[in-house]
């Protein structure tokens, strides 16, 4: 794949997943904060997947022959009101990278690099899942309303969360 439309592309989701990162690290150290340990780990295991998510995309760049560009990566929020703006937001932000990662899509299909469409797929269905867990996760917020017994028992079951590279 030598298209430079491509692999510029490539080389910002590189920038957003590692964004991801930074942003899903600010959240766990605000649960970290409160004490809340179960949140707390849900965030450190989704640090490591979006760091593997950027090495995937950067290992792929050096696989076809691409240049990797590093840009600056943004600073992250890392003040938040509640448990359920920290999810608002973080659901949000895997919208905006399912958004990201469609657009690499669609460039792979104008262009008909096969190759690429096939490694995108991955992402895709990781997308997919990544929006279902943290809506998931969101609206039993919504449903416990601030009540701190819920917010123990849900702390509870993401402390559950394991890492699985
Ligand atoms: Fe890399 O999936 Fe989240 O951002």
Not at 14 to 37: C, G, P
Not at 99 to 126: C, G, K, P, V
Not at 148 to 154: P, V, W
């Amino acid at each position: 794949m030598q298209n430079e439309k491509m692999i510029q592309a490539v080389n910002d989701q590189v920038n957003k997943e590692l964004f991801s990162a930074y942003f899903y690290l600010a959240m766990q150290a605000y649960f970290s904060s409160l004490n809340l340990d179960g949140f707390a780990n849900y965030f450190r295991v989704q640090v490591q997947e979006e760091r593997d998510h950027a090495l995937g995309f950067f290992n792929y760049l050096n696989k076809i022959g691409g240049k990797v560009t590093f840009a600056e990566i943004q600073k992250p929020q890392s003040e938040f009101s509640s448990p359920q703006e920290v999810f608002e937001l973080a659901l949000k932000h895997e919208q905006f990278v399912t958004q990201s990662i469609y657009s690499l899509m669609n460039i792979a299909r104008e262009i008909q690099d096969h190759t690429t469409e096939i490694f995108l797929q991955w992402y895709i269905t990781e997308q997919a899942e990544e929006e279902e867990n943290m809506g998931r996760v969101l609206n039993k917020l919504k449903l416990i309303k601030g009540d701190g017994a819920g917010l123990f028992m849900i702390d509870s079951e993401l402390a559950q969360r394991i890492y699985t590279p």
